[in-house]
């Protein structure tokens, strides 16, 4: 049954495919009900994957195959905090390194144009910390950078 609120994220033919590997790489994430079209429709036929129930790190989510007719843009991303350098590399490199790309200040795109932001809990705090000095040392490293680097944030939190 699908819950109250579920985000419902569009995918041409590649719903069940990205939900399985949302589910290997993410903590607390898992694949559920896979139904079939009952019908023909615009991008599909009767028996094809139409939606996939699956949940990203508790978050519980909707793959919609509609064809396609819209992308993803980085209007939407899902944010990821990491516990520390090991825990970023290893998911930005997940991501990346199955036909995502890289962009700017730990976001990337996972293959199926979905945006994602690895972010590392120690630049958060620093950036939103209550020390304005070391927010804009922590926030200027974080511009010069794509996946960000635990060791460089701290040096410049330290000044």
């Known amino acids: 049954m ?4 579920t985000l419902c994220l569009w995918y041409d033919g590649a719903a069940l495919e990205a939900a399985q590997f949302y589910a290997a790489t ?9 139904h079939r079209a009952p019908g023909d429709y615009p991008s599909g036929k009767q028996g094809d994957v139409l939606t996939v129930e699956f949940s990203v790190l508790g978050i519980p989510c909707l793959g919609l195959n509609g064809g396609a ?9 899902f944010l990821v905090a990491t516990e520390d350098q090991e825990e970023t590399d290893r998911l930005w490199n997940a991501i990346v390194g199955n036909g995502g790309q ?4 730990g976001w990337c795109k996972d293959k199926w144009g979905l945006s994602w932001q690895i972010t590392p809990r120690v630049l958060t705090d620093a950036v939103m910390g209550s020390d304005p000095a070391a927010a804009k040392r922590a926030f200027d490293a974080m511009m010069t950078m794509r996946k960000i680097d635990v060791a460089a944030i701290e040096a410049a939190v330290r000044g």
């Open 2 to 5: 699908i819950p109250k609120n």
């Open 26 to 34: 993410f903590p607390d994430s898992a694949v559920g009900a896979v």
């Open 69 to 77: 007719a819209f992308r993803h843009s980085e209007a939407f991303s």
């Open 102 to 105: 890289e962009s700017a200040c």
